[in-house]
């Protein structure tokens, strides 16, 4: 366990429809990032919040949004779903802005696979 | 597009030899990290190099560093069954990780 917790683990749903991924960072961490993983695109990073506030931005699509709440935890939101938003989402943690500190890297959840029919 | 690129893709090697992938990215980094991800898993943080390093061990890990090339290598010793997962290069550019497509290794027993 990492500490990091992602639900759900899997989500089946069909296209049209909108999803919501929940993070609970590990304990201590301010920042989130999430991430998308699909056998095409590889490991896109998608956006990151610390202590609340978006912090960067990246290939994020328009349909998708995310948030943080004031407890930390944070939630993906997906809409408007297409097939090829099948993929694993992942969410991490780090303690600071910038995970710069020798020997800490970001803490990964197990993620969420996401199947859209 | 991808900031880091990784070679090979894919590697199958013995248990018990020793198994070396590179990672070439593109822009300055302040640090470069690697990660190992079972199929289908969260991603595991195995190590992390800072931009002024050239060379950092940690158990049968080893990871150069050049930046005058923009690349690193990660050498796994003594390989074991075990090590059988993908193995990503990340670089952080402006406090976001950016990946890799990442190397499958098969190491038979």
């Known amino acids: 366990d990492s500490g990091v917790t992602q639900t759900p683990k899997h989500l089946i749903t069909a296209t049209g429809q909108r999803v919501t991924l929940r993070c609970s960072p590990r304990?201590?961490?301010?920042?989130v990032y999430w991430y998308q993983q699909s056998l095409d695109q590889g490991l896109q990073f998608l956006i990151q919040y610390y202590n609340g506030e978006e912090r960067a931005k990246g290939n994020i699509l328009e349909r998708f949004s995310a948030q943080q709440f004031p407890d930390l935890h944070s939630e993906l939101n997906l809409s408007s779903l297409e097939l090829g938003d099948s993929a694993l989402y992942f969410c991490?943690?780090?303690?600071?802005?910038?995970?710069?500190?020798?020997?800490?890297?970001?803490?990964f959840g197990s993620g969420t696979r996401l199947t859209v029919v | 597009s991808q900031q880091g690129e990784e070679d090979p893709q894919a590697l199958s090697i013995q248990e018990g030899e020793n198994a070396t992938m590179n990672c070439s990215y593109k822009t300055s980094i302040n640090n470069l990290q690697w990660y190992r991800q079972n199929s289908g898993r969260g991603l595991v943080h195995l190590i992390l190099?800072?931009?002024?390093?050239r060379e950092k061990h940690s158990g049968r890990l080893r990871v150069t560093l050049d930046t005058s090339k923009k690349s690193s290598s990660l050498l796994i010793t003594a390989s074991r069954a075990a090590d059988t997962v993908s193995y990503f290069c990340a670089t952080e550019v402006r406090g976001k990780l950016i990946f890799g497509q990442g190397t499958e290794l098969s190491v038979k027993p």
């Open positions: 304990s201590g961490d301010l920042s």
């Open positions: 190099i800072r931009s002024n390093e």
């Open positions: 991490a943690s780090s303690v600071a802005l910038a995970p710069t500190l020798p020997g800490y890297g970001y803490t």
